[in-house]
């Protein structure tokens, strides 16, 4: 079973610009969480999808947002860019939100904002 | 509110003596705890998993972990450590079981374990 993809897995951006990142569950997997990993903050949740509707979401500014498609895949997306946005973006996905036990982590999108 | 705290964020063993990365949860209720491993420059990889079963719990490369209620602790532990298991060691905590019902993982910062030959 294929595991998590996400996509792109680097990716340079600059101040002021937006970002598209894009995460595949793993077959039969309907709910996708997002974290951000910075050497400073650690993992911080970002927020989770079931169904396509945001369950959860963590303390972060508007400037990111999520979505899911019908077929479970997700996409989050950065606007207005910040130097402090430079992170590995983690997607992970799971059977449902109340499965936590099933839940697998994608390689991660490493995005660079110059 | 569930909380994780890895005691040690660097741990320094030689190759072939045993390893011990300590972590100490706060939870409201019943817990499932998790040790993720990340090597550099890589995803999240599961190592074990604790969901209210056995408290001894087997993972993935010879690691296992025992949770203690008494205790609050969930270490990891590992008889004898290889070079290939340098890396972060991450304790986590599901949000399970509050009101939000969300499988929303909380991570303690990591614990860098480091093997020498």
């Known amino acids: 079973k294929a595991g998590v993809t996400q996509t792109p897995r680097y990716l340079i951006k600059t101040r002021g610009q937006q970002v598209t990142l894009s995460c595949s569950p793993i077959s039969g997997h309907r709910s996708v969480s997002w974290y951000q990993q910075t050497p400073g903050q650690g993992l911080q949740f970002l927020f989770e999808?079931?169904?396509?509707?945001?369950?959860n979401k963590g303390n972060f500014p508007g400037r990111f947002s999520g979505r899911q498609f019908s077929n479970s895949r997700s996409e989050m997306n950065v606007s207005t860019l910040e130097l402090g946005d430079s992170a590995l973006y983690l997607c992970a996905s799971s059977v449902d939100p109340g499965r936590p036990d099933t839940q697998y982590f994608g390689p991660g999108t490493r995005l660079t904002v110059l | 509110a569930q909380s994780v705290t890895q005691l040690d964020s660097h741990v320094s063993v030689s190759e072939g003596t045993p390893v011990l990365l300590r972590c100490n949860y706060s939870?409201?209720?019943?817990?499932?705890l998790f040790w993720y491993v990340q090597h550099p420059n890589k995803g999240l990889q599961l190592l074990l998993k604790?969901?209210?079963?056995?408290?001894l719990v087997k993972g993935i490369n010879g690691f296992e972990a025992e949770f203690k209620k008494s205790e609050t602790s969930f270490h990891l532990t590992k008889p004898s450590a290889h070079m290939s298991d340098a890396a972060e060691y991450f304790c986590?905590?599901?949000?399970?079981?509050?009101?939000?019902?969300?499988?929303?993982?909380?991570f303690g910062q990591g614990t860098t374990l480091q093997v020498k030959p």
């Open positions: 986590v905590v599901s949000d399970l079981g509050g009101s939000s019902n969300t499988g929303k993982l909380i």
């Open positions: 604790y969901t209210s079963a056995a408290t």
């Open positions: 939870s409201s209720y019943s817990p499932s």
């Open positions: 999808y079931f169904s396509e509707t945001q369950r």
